[in-house]
């Protein structure tokens, strides 16, 4: 599975972006996908994830301002990112967890910044 992550960029405080994750190979297998962000001297984590039927979870920083979703036309996940804070500064990777091995594969990620 080859994950290609977009839609990062430069936005003030209070705004939105919406970041794309693509998926090709052996999509089929996949059972869920996640963003996961990474910021400056910090730990990689979650953000929020998306189960094959849909399913959403969500961390708190992200609850009510992000909304992950699927285009299983396009074979992509989105995460819509609104009322964007200086703290949601970081790097945005997107990952897949295989059905039957477990497997993770991540993406290469893509910077969001945020200034006030």
């Known amino acids: 599975v080859q994950l290609q992550a977009s839609g990062g960029g430069l936005v003030q405080a209070g705004g939105s972006l919406r970041l794309s994750c693509a998926a090709s190979g052996s999509i089929f297998g996949i059972a869920k996908t996640g963003w996961y962000r990474q910021a400056p001297g910090k730990q990689r984590e979650l953000v929020a994830t998306?189960?094959?039927?849909?399913?959403?979870n969500y961390a708190d920083s992200a609850k009510g301002r992000f909304t992950i979703s699927r285009d299983n036309a396009k074979n992509t996940v989105l995460l819509q990112m609104n009322s964007l804070k200086p703290e949601d500064t970081a790097v945005y990777y997107c990952n897949v967890v295989m059905v039957l091995s477990n497997t993770v594969y991540w993406g290469q990620g893509t910077l969001v910044t945020v200034s006030s």
């Open positions: 998306i189960t094959r039927g849909g399913s959403p």
